[in-house]
């Protein structure tokens, strides 16, 4: 089993700045996959930008530029830089690990874009 838990979201104006957290727990050891998703109001949960600093072919189209992940593997946490935060970018967003075949959630953090 693995526990997640994001943090970091809040209110930010447009151009802003924002880094998330993402707390991964329990078998850890077992994580052989990290990413952030968002999901809009209305709309379906989509992927933001898997944790792979080599592949950012692999990030959204809407935040290429302006979004990087990151990660530290001794404290079992996962980052999401945000920039130039643009209100489209309002979503709950989610961290999801992948373990012993599995897919874990987090609660989602609440990220508002808004002048």
């Known amino acids: 089993q693995v526990q997640l838990v994001e943090s970091g979201g809040g209110l930010v104006q447009p151009g802003g700045s924002l880094r998330l957290s993402c707390a991964a727990s329990?078998?850890?050891?077992?994580?052989?996959?990290m990413a952030w998703y968002r999901e809009a109001p209305g709309k379906q949960r989509e992927l933001v930008a898997p944790?792979?600093?080599?592949?950012?072919?692999r990030y959204a189209d809407s935040v290429k530029g302006r979004f990087t992940a990151s990660r530290d593997n001794a404290k079992s946490t996962m980052f999401l830089q945000m920039n130039s935060l643009k209100p489209e970018d309002t979503a709950v967003y989610y961290c999801?690990?992948?373990?012993?075949?599995?897919?874990?959630w987090g609660q989602g953090t609440q990220v508002t874009v808004s002048s």
């Open positions: 329990g078998d850890t050891a077992s994580i052989v996959y």
């Open positions: 944790f792979d600093a080599h592949d950012l072919s």
């Open positions: 999801q690990a992948r373990a012993s075949g599995k897919a874990y």
